[in-house]
């Protein structure tokens, strides 16, 4: 898939899907605030990872598009047809108590759902 085909009205998005040189997976989901622009989120490039079926699969080719429920900049869940693969993908600032969570660039509405989903949210 080379484009997105937006979100559906129930809260899912088509995301696109790639594998990166470090092993790991991509996938790129429109940024809620501003569609034109994308937010990565990755899993996997850490050991033990290369077994997990997001990282075979669009290794293999066999996933290339998936949908995605959550906020990109924030957390969410991955899933393709078939399998029923499930996948919690979160930006590391929205998890990490090293890291400063993320401030910029998102309305107090999308904070506050993001806070409610168990993200870490910096205050504007």
Known sequence: M????????????????RSKKNGSTQFLVPDPERPEKTV????????GTGRHFWVRAVKSGQVTAAWF??????????????????????????????????????????RARARAAGARVGEN
């Open 2 to 17: 080379t484009g997105f085909a937006g979100s559906n009205g129930a809260g899912k998005t088509t995301t696109e899907v």
């Open 69 to 110: 429920a959550g906020d990109p900049r924030y957390v969410g869940v991955v899933a393709t047809p078939g399998p029923r693969n499930l996948l919690r993908v979160a930006q590391r600032e929205a998890t990490d108590w090293r890291m400063s969570p993320r401030k910029r660039g998102v309305s107090p509405e999308a």
């Open 40 to 47: 990565g989120l990755e899993y996997g490039g850490g050991i």
